[in-house]
């Protein structure tokens, strides 16, 4: 039986505090949300390596005040977290309060011999997403160096359109740029994870997976050609990933979802 | 976008039975949550190609006229739909009843230029899954056609170790020969689809991509170290919905469905 390296969790969009969100209807109490699927994952009988938060940590919150109170928050979290900076987040507050040691909103770090590489693709006060030259040539550095480290790379926004109008004018600009990079570490990139669209969904482009977490919060839903706004989806609880990835090269990503009640 | 060039339906593990009010020890009946399921995919918002079943499409059936009966409960999908045998089908049975036109329980069909290979796991009366050499031979010869059309290839079991003891005895045994002769067509399998687990998941491993439905019935988990079976009461039922686009790509969205409201 080939061994995990490592198991760790994936959550994305949070959303603390918005409630209600102005541009929907209705929509549940975030934090209460966010607190249900903390405590699921605190009760995982398994060891959890670590909890990756692909962004909107916040939403639109006012001060950097606010993301201490969110820290608190998350730091329930039994396992470490990391996060990225999602449209919602402001980027600087974000780093200040969650990972200072790192001069730049994207990041990399080691875990047991796996790198996990962190983008921000935020762009202040814009909900589509982009990565500066600069980033994209750290990122360069990380896909062509000499290494046979296996390496897992997070960021907010979906590369790709999802042929539904509503989400696709908040894509990265240059996805296919990111991708061409991303494709010079095929050999150890053992999977890209997002969030952003609040739906459990997944592309494969030339064998590289990409997977969405859900958001905490609440659920859209999308489909090939759709035009006119978002959709929310009534039906799909909030919930997040087990990523598992074990010394044969296998990746497993395995769905669970979270009862808010 | 790229154009969609195909966009289809994947459910798996229906577990339909002959007795109206089956439901095992579950909650609802596996007629109520299938019918759930089929209300949705009708219901789905642009035309579904196909819908593709993984597999366990019955429950132990033991007659061969109970397939008839059971195929009734599915003529109301929308979208024409494919299965392939699972380990409580019985392959002759479902071959005769769902897809006489092939002389094999395994088989391949075409929709938009997609190529679909469907393959047979089952093994009479086993829970686990084998590939027989004559049907591997017969993957291979697909995978190392001089083709480039976009290879979609389905079946039951999970080809992979989850690293769980109890769902892992009974995997696909050959899963690594299976693997490695996907890898022969890497650059035309958009992706690999499976049920058996009642478990959402993705699995990927030197570029090809293996993805579950979950059951329309009832749920699994498993962990990494896990020894018995174990339910989730709270991961729902659903199917996914996958699309090919004309760039190569393939997006796999997953849709929930609500639990039946009567049980």
């Given at each position: 039986m080939p061994q995990p390296l490592l198991t760790f969790i994936h959550i994305s969009d949070t959303h603390l505090y918005a409630n209600p969100h102005p541009s929907l209807p209705p929509t549940p109490n975030p934090?209460?949300?966010?607190?249900?699927?903390?405590?699921?994952?605190?009760?995982?009988v398994f060891p959890i390596d670590f909890v990756l938060h692909t962004g909107d940590v916040g939403d639109d919150l006012p001060d950097i005040e606010k993301y201490r109170e969110a820290q608190g928050v998350l730091k329930k979290l039994s396992a470490p977290l990391h996060v990225i900076p999602g449209n919602h987040d402001n980027r600087d507050w974000l780093r200040e309060v969650f990972y200072p040691h790192s001069n730049t909103p994207y990041y990399s770090f080691e875990h047991k011999g796996v790198e996990v590489a962190c983008l921000d693709t935020s762009v202040p006060n814009q909900p589509h997403g982009e990565?500066?030259?600069?980033?994209?040539?750290?990122?360069?550095?990380?896909?062509?160096?000499?290494?046979?480290?296996?390496?897992?790379?997070?960021?907010?926004?979906?590369?790709?359109?999802?042929?539904?109008?509503?989400?696709?004018?908040?894509?990265?600009?240059?996805?296919?740029?990111?991708?061409?990079?991303?494709?010079?570490?095929?050999?150890?990139?053992?999977c890209v994870l997002f969030g952003h669209?609040?739906?459990?969904?997944?592309?494969?482009?030339?064998?590289?997976?990409?997977?969405?977490?859900?958001?905490?919060?609440?659920?859209?839903?999308?489909?090939?050609?759709?035009?006119?706004?978002?959709?929310?989806?009534?039906?799909?609880?909030?919930?997040?990933?087990?990523?598992?990835?074990?010394?044969?090269?296998l990746t497993t990503v395995r769905a669970v979802s979270v009862n808010p009640a | 976008?790229?154009?969609?060039?195909?966009?289809?339906?994947?459910?798996?593990?229906?577990?339909?039975?002959?007795?109206?009010?089956?439901?095992?020890?579950?909650?609802?009946?596996?007629?109520?949550?299938?019918?759930?399921?089929?209300?949705?995919?009708?219901?789905?918002?642009?035309?579904?190609?196909f819908v593709l079943h993984t597999g366990d499409f019955g429950n132990d059936p033991?007659?061969?006229?109970?397939?008839?009966?059971?195929?009734?409960?599915?003529?109301?999908?929308?979208?024409?739909?494919?299965?392939?045998?699972?380990?409580?089908?019985?392959?002759?049975?479902?071959?005769?009843?769902?897809?006489?036109?092939?002389?094999?329980?395994?088989?391949?069909?075409?929709?938009?230029?997609?190529?679909?290979?469907?393959?047979?796991?089952?093994?009479?009366?086993?829970?686990?899954?084998?590939?027989?050499?004559?049907?591997?031979?017969?993957?291979?010869a697909i995978c190392t056609a001089e083709n480039d059309k976009p290879l979609v290839v389905a079946l039951h079991h999970h080809p992979l170790a989850l690293g769980a003891d109890a769902m892992d005895s009974i995997r696909?045994?050959?899963?690594?020969?299976?693997?490695?002769?996907?890898?022969?067509?890497r650059s035309r399998v958009k992706c690999v689809l499976f049920g058996h687990i009642h478990e959402r998941m993705m699995m990927a491993r030197d570029g090809i991509v293996y993805a579950s439905a979950p059951s329309t019935w009832y749920q699994s988990r498993t962990w990494h170290g896990q020894g018995e079976?174990?339910?989730?009461?709270?991961?729902?039922?659903?199917?996914?919905?996958?699309?090919?686009?004309?760039?190569?790509?393939?997006?796999?969205?997953?849709?929930?469905?609500?639990?039946p409201a009567i049980r």
């Amino acid at each position: 039986m080939p061994q995990p390296l490592l198991t760790f969790i994936h959550i994305s969009d949070t959303h603390l505090y918005a409630n209600p969100h102005p541009s929907l209807p209705p929509t549940p109490n975030p934090l209460a949300r966010a607190e249900a699927v903390i405590k699921h994952i605190n009760a995982q009988v398994f060891p959890i390596d670590f909890v990756l938060h692909t962004g909107d940590v916040g939403d639109d919150l006012p001060d950097i005040e606010k993301y201490r109170e969110a820290q608190g928050v998350l730091k329930k979290l039994s396992a470490p977290l990391h996060v990225i900076p999602g449209n919602h987040d402001n980027r600087d507050w974000l780093r200040e309060v969650f990972y200072p040691h790192s001069n730049t909103p994207y990041y990399s770090f080691e875990h047991k011999g796996v790198e996990v590489a962190c983008l921000d693709t935020s762009v202040p006060n814009q909900p589509h997403g982009e990565i500066s030259e600069r980033q994209l040539a750290w990122l360069m550095k990380i896909c062509t160096a000499p290494s046979d480290k296996p390496l897992v790379v997070a960021l907010h926004h979906h590369l790709f359109p999802l042929g539904s109008l509503p989400m696709d004018t908040m894509t990265v600009k240059t996805g296919v740029t990111v991708h061409q990079t991303l494709l010079k570490a095929r050999a150890r990139l053992r999977c890209v994870l997002f969030g952003h669209v609040h739906e459990r969904l997944s592309f494969i482009r030339d064998g590289v997976l990409y997977a969405t977490a859900p958001s905490t919060w609440f659920q859209l839903k999308t489909w090939p050609g759709q035009t006119g706004s978002f959709v929310i989806d009534d039906v799909a609880l909030p919930g997040y990933n087990i990523v598992t990835l074990t010394s044969d090269g296998l990746t497993t990503v395995r769905a669970v979802s979270v009862n808010p009640a | 976008m790229s154009h969609a060039i195909l966009t289809f339906a994947h459910i798996s593990d229906t577990h339909l039975h002959e007795n109206p009010q089956f439901k095992g020890k579950r909650a609802w009946t596996s007629r109520s949550t299938t019918a759930a399921v089929i209300e949705s995919i009708n219901a789905y918002p642009v035309p579904l190609d196909f819908v593709l079943h993984t597999g366990d499409f019955g429950n132990d059936p033991l007659r061969k006229e109970h397939y008839l009966t059971l195929q009734k409960l599915v003529a109301g999908l929308t979208p024409p739909l494919h299965v392939l045998p699972g380990n409580h089908d019985h392959r002759v049975w479902l071959r005769e009843i769902f897809y006489p036109q092939h002389a094999m329980p395994y088989y391949a069909f075409e929709v938009n230029g997609v190529q679909i290979a469907c393959l047979d796991t089952s093994v009479p009366y086993q829970h686990h899954g084998i590939i027989e050499p004559e049907q591997l031979a017969w993957l291979d010869a697909i995978c190392t056609a001089e083709n480039d059309k976009p290879l979609v290839v389905a079946l039951h079991h999970h080809p992979l170790a989850l690293g769980a003891d109890a769902m892992d005895s009974i995997r696909l045994v050959d899963g690594e020969s299976l693997h490695q002769t996907l890898l022969k067509a890497r650059s035309r399998v958009k992706c690999v689809l499976f049920g058996h687990i009642h478990e959402r998941m993705m699995m990927a491993r030197d570029g090809i991509v293996y993805a579950s439905a979950p059951s329309t019935w009832y749920q699994s988990r498993t962990w990494h170290g896990q020894g018995e079976f174990a339910k989730s009461e709270v991961n729902q039922l659903g199917y996914n919905v996958v699309t090919l686009t004309a760039d190569g790509g393939v997006t796999i969205r997953a849709v929930s469905a609500n639990a039946p409201a009567i049980r």
